[in-house]
């Protein structure tokens, strides 16, 4: 206990209530879209509106940019998948192009951008990693778990224990 008590005095209140309202909710939208994307290869539409709905709503009474960038977000992170999706059909579903829409709601463009990167660089390295191990091309990558991943690094190195 003394640790947590540390860690919030440390930051501050303003801090804390990033970790409960926003942190927190986005790490336990992407641990269920994990499971349910490695388990069923689908992302629940469910579980992705109601992330949409409850960051919209969170960060019109919290926001610590301006209110465009969380929609900005949205464009920036999902539009580009959409459109990836679009010149190579099959190539992203539906479910990873609309929770990228829940972390950019969630985060913003600029993080979304990063985020966005950091996905692509972490699936390319276990792709590649993969095909020299098992020589097998066509297999399908969830990115859900590629998602969870990148918003731990993205959280320890922002807010986390530095």
């Known amino acids: 206990m003394h640790k947590v008590e540390t860690y919030f005095k440390r930051r501050g209140r303003r801090e804390a209530l990033e970790l409960l309202w926003i942190d927190l909710p986005l790490f336990v939208i992407l641990i269920w ?8 290869r689908i992302i629940p539409d469910r ?45 992203f579903g539906g479910g990873d192009i609309k929770l990228l829409a829940v972390v950019g709601v969630a ?36 990115l859900s778990p590629f998602y969870l991943l990148v918003n731990i690094v993205i959280w320890l190195f922002s807010k986390g224990y530095s």
């Open 33 to 40: 879209a994990t499971y349910t994307d490695i388990k069923s």
């Open 107 to 142: 985060h913003g463009w600029q993080i979304s951008l990063i985020f966005l990167c950091l996905v692509f660089f972490m699936a390319g390295m276990f792709a590649v990693i993969k095909y020299l191990i098992w020589k097998n091309k066509n297999s399908l990558i969830p």
């Open 47 to 91: 579980l992705v509106f109601s992330g949409l709905c409850y960051f919209l709503v969170i960060r019109i009474g919290y926001a610590d940019q301006p209110y465009f960038h969380y929609l900005l977000g949205v464009i920036a992170g999902a539009g580009i998948l959409y459109i990836c999706a679009l010149i190579r059909p099959g190539s």
